[in-house]
């Protein structure tokens, strides 16, 4: 997505160890123009599909899916990182670990909210080694729901996240996929789709 | 907001300990038809008022924040709960007072991201002690930002935050105010407005 594109090469900061930083638009500060045009986009991506419902994983997940959404016309459920006391005990339950963080998450979903009859869009704002998406997509298979897809802002294309979920067969769209990115130049390179 | 109120009369569950759950279509699953009502509804509250930019909070107020922003057509910053390693550390912090979860948090804002020239509408989902509230007013004021309003779902008028927010003068409009409920009956009394 051409749009998207233009949007990190001009706000991305890159740094070592990997990381490209668009809290300028996406993840801190968020601009939800861009959200709805991401939105669209993924509209016309799964366009002919089932979808009853979106997925997410908080925090940074959360506004891009409420805005797709309103694409979509359909409610969002986002995964909870740790149990509240506000959350049913009656949850379905997986692990994610977090790159950024460190660190490992208990993440929840309440079993009121995802059953059979549910056609999920999972949507999230980073794909890089896949194991946020890997638990959602446990999530949704645990409620016995349909994963109808995935639709990620920003894939790190050289991390094998992308690969990993492909090769399930799940239909996943990114927006932008960087495949290669050199924090002394400011260089980004972009795979062709 | 009588559209919100009726809501949480049909879909609001009452706990002991004043808790009110409104998973179903506020803060696990999320209804972004009623976000955008809310927006609109916020939208005529404050109009005339110069807001160029909506601060909310992880995790729950961000979803809401981003329906509304696009009825203001301006972005959102959310503030963070924890020191993350994408984050700068030219920021702006505070603590606050987690009364569901019963912890504090360090929350914080980028330095890069607001500034003396923002007119800030921040919202939440709930407002109970105000705690959350007050550290988002410090930080908007640490930034030398101004307080245009605060738009909140629902106000728990039983507890005290909405009376030392408003005893500030800053415009603070909750759509819905629960002044009663009685987990053992159901029954939820709102404030007339």
Known sequence: MKLLEDRI??????????????????????DVK?????????????AGKPINK???????GIGIACVVAECFDVPVLFAKKSQSINLSGDVYAT????YTHKRVYDVIVSKRFIGPEDHVLIIDDFLANGCALQGLIELVQDAG????GIGICIEKGFQEGGKLI???GIQLESLAIVDRMDP???EIVFREQ
Not at 11 to 18: F, N, S, T, W, Y
Not at 54 to 60: D, G, H, N
Not at 95 to 98: A, E, G, L, P
Not at 145 to 148: C, G, H, K, L
């Open 166 to 168: 492909r090769a399930t």
């Open 95 to 98: 692990k994610i670990q977090s």
């Open 54 to 60: 979106i997925l997410t994983i908080e925090a940074s």
């Open 184 to 186: 002394a130049t400011g």
């Open 145 to 148: 729901a349909t994963v109808e």
């Open 9 to 30: 090469r001009k706000d991305g900061i890159l740094a070592e160890g990997d990381v490209l930083k668009v809290d300028c638009f996406l993840n801190h500060q968020m």
């Open 34 to 46: 861009l959200f709805h045009e991401m939105g669209m986009e993924f509209k016309r991506l799964f």
